[in-house]
């Protein structure tokens, strides 16, 4: 079992910048892939950002260039930078997890959220 609990949310002005946490605790073999989505209100939750445990990234399209995903395997902490924020980034956004069990069964992580408010 795996419990992720982010971080690291808050009101900022558009251009601004927010720096998110997510760290995952508890029994586990390996925390495979990692990402953030984020869901406003009345829109679907969407993919914001994933890392694999190697470090490959992928971003949705409306963040690219602005926001940076990193992680620190040893700390099983994925992190977001979010820079030249924008109210549309206004969100709640939750941290996501692959994580392999004892018996090799991949299962699949939700936190919390926290929210981002980008006011205009």
């Known amino acids: 079992q795996v419990q992720l609990v982010e971080s690291g949310g808050g009101l900022v002005q558009a251009g601004g910048s927010l720096r998110l946490s997510c760290a995952a605790s508890?029994?586990?073999?390996?925390?495979?892939?990692m990402a953030w989505y984020r869901q406003a209100p009345m829109k679907q939750r969407e993919l914001v950002a994933s890392?694999?445990?190697?470090?490959?990234?992928n971003y949705a399209d409306s963040v690219k260039g602005r926001f940076t995903i990193s992680r620190d395997n040893a700390k099983n902490t994925v992190y977001l930078q979010m820079n030249s924020l924008k109210p549309e980034d206004t969100a709640v956004y939750s941290c996501?997890?692959?994580?392999?069990?004892?018996?090799?069964?991949?299962?699949?992580?939700w936190g919390q959220g926290t929210q981002v408010t980008v006011s205009s």
């Open positions: 508890g029994s586990t073999f390996r925390i495979n892939d």
């Open positions: 996501n997890a692959y994580a392999l069990d004892w018996s090799m069964a991949e299962r699949q992580y």
């Open positions: 890392i694999s445990r190697g470090g490959s990234t």
